[in-house]
């Protein structure tokens, strides 16, 4: 979502797109849409379209499937990435899209973690969404 935010002509921008064609599910806990909405109130993105956004952020809310972690999980590192993992599991996420996977395992627990492009091309080359997809 960050991603999608800076840079509106992207990958991120192109899937979040797809997620508001409804031709993917997004799925997401309460707990990873309020560190979306906190990661993209930090000051160094002040600079970025705020209703850009805004409309990114009621798009993630409107759209995205909720779903509540059934148990907490501490494989990263980097806590609030635990919570995604979390997130991708209570979903039974196929996929686990994040411009950041460096700090999660290329697996977890049948979730496979991707770049947005590597998601991309998963779903071209299938020719069909991937249900439960997290981000």
Do not use: W
């Amino acid at each position: 979502m960050v991603s999608a935010a800076i840079q509106p002509a992207g990958v991120p921008a192109s899937i979040v797109e797809l997620v508001a064609l409804r031709a993917l599910t997004r799925c997401l806990s309460d707990h990873v849409l309020a560190g979306c909405r906190a990661v993209l109130a930090r000051r160094k993105f002040a600079r970025l379209d705020q209703q850009h956004v805004a409309r990114l952020l009621g798009l993630l809310a409107a759209e995205a499937e909720l779903v509540t972690p059934a148990r907490r999980v501490a494989v990263s590192r980097d806590e609030p990435d635990n919570r995604v993992l979390e997130c991708a599991e209570a979903a039974g996420a196929a996929c686990l899209v994040t411009g950041n996977t460096k700090h999660f395992p290329k697996r977890h627990r049948g979730t496979h973690i991707v770049n947005p492009r590597e998601y991309l091309d998963i779903i071209l080359v299938r020719r069909q969404p991937i249900a439960g997809t997290a981000e």
